[in-house]
């Protein structure tokens, strides 16, 4: 729902003056007045996951994209951001054919927020890289070695490490690590560098787990609750948290239940029941709605109420966050701007309001972690 914009209304000048400067415009050469024309619209391509493991958070961050373009849209007599949606399944062929359609045939100049299964996709792509098309602010961790994926986040073993370092400053010793197999496992799975790595952190069990059957979920509850760590990582999405945390609370164990930005907080309750007593903490991309003391939250806190009528998330914050940068990056580019003019225009360092993103160095902008307690009882 767009609100009108409220435009400023400066003391008007005299009518002399006026009527001076338009006599100076019509009279002005059209080779001159050529010189400044404005730049025509980005237009942005957005391929939502609607059926995947994480398609409650892709409609979330394309809510929270939404609100930023529409800000930059407002006020302005032609469209700056031509912001265009698809809605695609997870099959390769579908998306790249999709991804092709946005290119070809909307002109779109980048490809906004893919989630984890239309990221790989994507920017294995030869018909996309071939074109030259960027893709941007993805809303997956996955960590791709790929020259034309742009990262306003930090990827899942960022996030791990992250949540290890933090739960360890708690004083907190004994930790359980759940990978589920399909989960990032080019980079989490046994016998990759980090999980070898993480196998050997003092007093962290690392275990693998089965995310779609809870009679597996229950077989790993068990050998954990004997355990009694005093927190529980869950690296993988939404239903694997939910049923591992389940399975652990029908054996006693309610402790630290430690997700990460895969999880979708309100389906992890509901899948938990509202009887669960245990700690619900999840790792967090961006600031959280919850803080108020940043612009960029302050902003989009009012945004999301002023054109969509909603509440903000986590989701919809990284999402608005990406949408900031290229406002303030790609939309300045030049008309006619070319692959290479757009990618010289992302390697910037940026402030979007007390929240910087540094893409100077390398296509990761941001290495921002943090855990948040989602609440959901009290841990013990």
Not at 2 to 28: D, F, K
Not at 155 to 177: F, H, M, P, T
Not at 317 to 324: K, P, Q, R, S, T
């Amino acid at each position: 729902m767009h609100a009108s914009s409220l435009i400023a209304n400066p003391a008007r000048p005299p009518r002399r003056r006026v009527l001076a400067a338009l006599g100076s415009a019509m009279l002005a050469p059209a080779s001159l007045l050529a010189q400044a024309p404005p730049r025509r619209p980005l237009v942005i391509g957005h391929l939502v996951d609607r059926g995947g493991a994480q398609a409650d958070l892709a409609r979330d961050y394309l809510a929270g994209a939404k609100v930023m373009f529409d800000a930059a849209n407002a006020g302005a007599r032609e469209p700056r951001v031509v912001h265009v949606v698809r809605e695609v399944d997870a099959d390769p062929r579908a998306a790249t054919a999709q991804a092709l359609s946005l290119v070809d045939g909307e002109r779109a100049e980048l490809l906004f927020g893919p989630s984890d299964a239309l990221l790989p996709v994507l920017a294995a792509s030869p018909e996309l890289a071939r074109r030259g098309v960027q893709i941007v602010a993805p809303l997956s961790g996955l960590s791709l070695a790929a020259d034309h994926v742009w990262y306003t986040r930090a990827d899942y073993r960022s996030e791990l490490d992250a949540a290890i370092r933090q739960l360890r400053s708690y004083g907190l010793k004994q930790l359980v690590l759940a990978v589920a197999p399909d989960f990032a496992a080019g980079s989490l799975a046994s016998g990759t560098p980090w999980r070898r790595q993480a196998e050997q952190e003092p007093g962290l069990q690392a275990l693998t787990l089965d995310a779609g059957k809870g009679s597996d979920a229950g077989a790993v509850a068990q050998r954990i609750a004997a355990a009694r760590p005093a927190a529980v990582i869950v690296a993988g999405d939404t239903l694997a948290y939910g049923n591992l945390g389940r399975a652990l609370a029908a054996r006693g164990w309610y402790g630290f239940l430690v997700g990460l930005s895969a999880v979708n907080s309100l389906a992890a309750r509901e899948i938990l029941g509202a009887g669960y007593i245990g700690g619900i903490v999840l790792t967090q991309i961006a600031p959280g709605p919850q803080d108020l003391t940043l612009r960029v939250v302050k902003e989009h806190v009012g945004r999301m109420k002023q054109f969509l009528d909603e509440p903000a998330s986590p989701a919809t914050l990284a999402g608005y966050i990406g949408a900031a940068w290229l406002v303030r990056t790609a939309l300045a580019a030049p008309r006619g701007a070319t692959p290479a003019d757009l990618r010289r225009a992302l390697q910037a360092r940026v402030d979007v309001g007390d929240f910087v993103l540094d893409f100077t160095r390398g296509s990761r902008g941001s290495q921002y972690v943090q855990l948040a307690a989602m609440g959901g009882g009290t841990a013990r």
